[in-house]
C-alpha cells in the first residue's frame, strides 16, 4: 500500500493563480481531512470529508475548496493565491471520523506553497 | 482556536534521560492521540487514549489522560538522538495543539 500520497511536493505560485493541491489514499479510509501547518501554529484545519460525496469545513476554510467525488481522492483547490496561504500542506485519512475510537489519521507526506 | 496546547514549547535532553511533554485541552473529548513530526515530514501517530482510559504504555511511551484537568502528559524513556522531533497531541483527531520540539543530545 501506498498510503497517503500528496503532489505536488512542492510549488510556487503568483498572486491571484490558481491550481490544485492532489491527495490520494489506497487504505479505502472514509475519513479525509486538509490541514495547513504555519510555523508555531501546530496543523489548522481547512476541510474534511466524511466519505464520497460529503464535505465540511474546518477551522480556516476561506479561499480553499474540495471535492470528494470518489473515496480515494479528496484535492485541495485554491481559487486565487494569496501570500496568506504560504504554508505546508497536508492530506490525512483515517478509518473514520471525529468522535470515534478507531481514527488515527495517517498523513502524507505535505506539499509546501509558496506563494509571491 | 486550538484545543490543544503543549507544554513546554522545547525540551532538551541527553540521550537516555526521559522526556516529558503536557497537554491541555479546553473542551471535552471522545479521545486524544499523541503524533510525532520529524524535520519536513508528515506527522506519524504514536498512541491514543480513550476518555475512559487513565494510562496507556506503548513501547518507551507512556501516556496518562487526566479528564478532571483536562490534560495529557507524555512520557518517552531512555530516549534517544532518532527521538528528536516535535511531538503533537490532537483531540479527537481532529484539532492539533503547536507541538513540543524535542532535541535528544548525543
Known amino acids: 500500500n501506498a498510503g497517503v500520497t500528496q503532489t505536488p511536493k512542492f510549488q510556487v505560485l503568483k498572486t491571484g493563480q490558481s491550481m490544485t493541491l492532489q491527495c490520494a489514499q489506497d487504505?479505502?479510509?472514509?475519513?479525509m481531512s486538509w490541514y495547513r501547518q504555519d510555523p508555531g501554529m501546530g496543523l489548522r484545519l481547512i476541510h474534511y470529508?466524511?466519505?464520497?460525496?460529503?464535505?465540511d469545513q474546518g477551522e480556516v476554510p476561506n479561499g480553499y475548496n474540495v471535492s470528494r467525488s470518489t473515496t480515494e481522492d479528496f484535492p485541495l483547490r485554491l481559487l486565487s493565491a494569496a501570500p496568506s496561504q504560504t504554508s505546508v500542506y497536508f492530506c490525512?485519512?483515517?478509518?473514520?471520523?471525529?468522535?470515534?475510537?478507531?481514527?488515527?489519521?495517517?498523513f502524507g507526506p505535505g506539499t509546501r506553497l509558496t506563494v509571491l | 482556536s486550538q484545543q490543544g496546547e503543549e507544554d513546554p514549547q522545547a525540551l532538551s535532553i541527553q540521550e537516555g534521560e526521559n522526556a516529558t511533554m503536557n497537554c491541555s485541552y479546553k473542551?471535552?473529548?471522545?479521545?486524544l492521540q499523541w503524533y510525532r513530526q520529524n524535520s519536513g515530514r508528515g506527522l506519524v501517530h504514536l498512541i491514543l487514549?480513550?476518555?475512559?482510559?487513565r494510562e496507556k504504555h506503548s513501547g518507551r511511551l507512556r501516556v496518562t489522560l487526566d479528564t478532571s484537568k483536562k490534560s495529557s502528559s507524555l512520557l518517552i524513556t531512555a530516549s534517544r538522538a532518532a527521538d528528536t522531533a516535535s511531538y503533537f497531541c490532537?483531540?479527537?483527531?481532529?484539532?492539533f495543539g503547536s507541538g513540543t520540539q524535542l532535541t535528544v543530545l548525543p
Open positions: 490532537a483531540t479527537d483527531a481532529i484539532t
Open positions: 473542551t471535552s473529548i471522545n479521545n
Open positions: 470529508s466524511v466519505g464520497a460525496g460529503i464535505t
Open positions: 487504505m479505502n479510509h472514509e475519513y
Open positions: 487514549i480513550r476518555s475512559n482510559e
Open positions: 490525512a485519512s483515517s478509518y473514520s471520523g471525529s468522535g470515534s475510537s478507531y481514527n488515527e489519521q495517517f
